[in-house]
DNA sequence: CATGAATGAGAGTTCATTCAT
DNA sequence: TATGAATGAACTCTCATTCAT
């Protein structure tokens, strides 16, 4: 330890911070006009630092873009590995306790979630970099094994009805999307409550009944 | 009557062929490339014209883009309505129907709907006049009307769990909005196989199953 | 023949006057100014376009610059091809000969030679697409060898001493660089004459004496 | 004498130290990538000290390119200064030495020369403030000086024909700068031998017996 | 009706240079 | 003395859009 050792740290701490700035900034932005329209001159006002300072701590837009969403995806896996792990809940616990933790993802960051599905299918994916594309894909496929692992325990468990895990473990994540797509859309045109909660409940709910073993 | 009136009503004729002709183009390079990075002159050559003449049937970018949403909006609708306006089915085999409707309306065109559920959320959107937004939100707003409202015949046929029908119509969105992106997704990846329409018919069967009234 | 056809030819030249312009405004920045200094700004200005018109006609700047150079070195394969192809001269006349040939290629575009001269070892190559690079060095081999042919017949003809004539050749090329560039650069300080033509003269001279069979 | 004196000294050195230090950096990154694409940013770090503390030794990136030069210049005037004084070698074979001169002087800085002998005509030397421009070609005019002289001297001797000797000297120039470009531009196709010596060896040969009185 | 030619406005990115520490 | 961080000013290139013909 010393003088120099803490400098360090301190510059790391000090290159930490801009970074974090920046996603910040980068996200209210896209967020707010969409990944093509936020340019880099946006984000650096929204920063309060100049277009090239952003090259300092980012190489370009795109990897400023994938940075953000994979950094989601990461915290998203954990979450959902997390739940799959647990032995104390049961399967049908598990998928119950689901409604709290897809919200808890939501609610983590919603700005990149929408960013993250809309990402799921189209434009903005073919720009990215080859090796970017597959790190998100790998994250999201880790996502969904984790989601099967918990219908294929319920199977085992005799308490869900013989459906393909992989299978609900994707009707998970369809809602998911659907639902957070949809009821930000209709935030788009009026932004005064947040259904999402409720409309998740209902939904998981709904499957919860639809393939319960009879 | 007359050759001026026959002129004209060639005239418009034409109009449209060509219409369609670049609405074709449009449909296939937001596709392949998305919408931002589709251009003007890409159209233009897909369509077998030059720039210029795009802007001879549509304002802009953005209202080619919207023209071809509205278009699709409408078809949706129709079919929704006309599922829902049917006066031989339960509830129960309407729900069953719906399987075949939604993929049919996939099938339709994939594209635009595809498209079309990006917008829902984000980037496009807010380049859009709000004229054109209002126009293609009324559209959705109908169709989800006919959705809750063959979810509404079921509750009153007492098969149905009481359930808020305009929920159930959002559930109904919200799978058919996460399977098309999701199954896309999987099909950017690997190509070969179409899996929606077995997804759609799982999750609408976990669905019925789900709300049945007991 | 007809009206579509005399449209297309008077397009055709359009666009080739167009072009030339953009290369002659080019070629007077590059020399002024250099190659990384002129810009596209620049020369557009030079040429009375907008930046964007020269896209229409050139790829970008390095297809500018190449296709300045390669025009050039295509002329002047053809001049030393037509030098060794000669029937009637002796190689001795030929060597004569090349010192109005060398002369005739430097008046024919001394900007373009004296850049071409630069980018023959450095800086400005590296920019440039493999691709170009082959086909400028393919075309500077050509030259090269119809040089060398020259001094063959010199040689097969007993009237030259038994050197390598590809050394030989190499030789005419390095006095033609070194007199170009270094009497341009005396000319960018005293820009009143043009030595040139007694630099080539005496050179030939003297390396014609230095390699004639006693 | 004293501490203060002591200090200075050695304040001295170490700037002579360092100033070297990126000088030899620089000569480094400009051969390889040439002036203007290398950043000072990479001769900093090939120096091994931050993009600042460059401008602590040079004024700005024009200065050190032209410190580069001079740097060299100074040599070679020398070297030609040097054989020019010779009170031992005939002309004769002062010229015959000047072929080991010359590539001593190749072997000296090959890196520098070529970058000395393309600022000669364009490009770079349009940037250099007029000061430092001057400074060149003062030291150029110095290394010509000599060479003519000794061809003065081989005149005066009766042993080279009557030609205007500061011509002769410009020859070797010419020669000089045509054979070290060309043969660059050689080994940046095929970088794997060195032809430099012998093309000079044939080059000045061959001028010696053009030039030798009968 | 159709278009070739042109462009204004702006995008992302780079880099020589400065300055507080 | 040395530097990390920051930036202003440019640069190349793109594209939706217009207009004379």
Redesign the interface.
């Given at each position: 330890m010393g003088i120099a050792e803490r400098r360090e740290r301190e510059k790391d701490i000090q290159q930490k911070i801009r970074r974090k700035q920046i996603l910040d900034a980068a996200k209210r932005l896209f967020?707010?006009?969409?990944?093509?329209?936020a340019t880099i001159e946006d984000i650096a006002q929204e920063a309060e630092l100049s277009p090239a300072a952003i090259y300092l701590y980012f190489k370009n837009k795109d990897d400023l873009y994938a940075s953000l969403n994979l950094q989601f995806l990461e915290y998203m896996a954990e979450r959902f590995e997390g739940l799959y792990r647990d032995t104390v809940l049961s399967a049908e616990e598990k998928l119950d306790a689901l409604k709290d933790v897809l919200y808890d993802i939501f609610k983590f960051d919603p700005i990149i979630l929408?960013?993250l599905?809309?990402l799921?299918?189209?434009?903005?994916?073919?720009?990215l970099s080859p090796e970017r594309t597959s790190q998100i894909?790998k994250m999201g496929a880790k996502c969904l094994r984790s989601l099967s692992k918990i219908f294929n325990q319920g199977i085992e468990e005799g308490r869900f009805v013989k459906?393909n895990p992989i299978?609900l473990g994707?009707?998970i994540?369809?809602?998911?999307?659907?639902?957070v797509?949809?009821e930000?859309?209709k935030r788009?045109?009026n932004p005064r409550k947040d259904y999402l909660k409720?409309?998740l409940d209902?939904?998981i709910?709904?499957?919860?009944?639809?393939?319960k073993a009879t």
């Open positions: 967020y707010t006009k969409g990944f093509s329209a929408i960013n599905f809309h799921q299918a189209s434009d903005g994916l073919k720009k894909n459906h299978a994707d009707m994540w369809i809602i998911f999307t659907g639902a797509l949809w930000e859309s788009m045109i409720q409309t209902l939904a709910e709904i499957m919860g009944r639809g393939i």
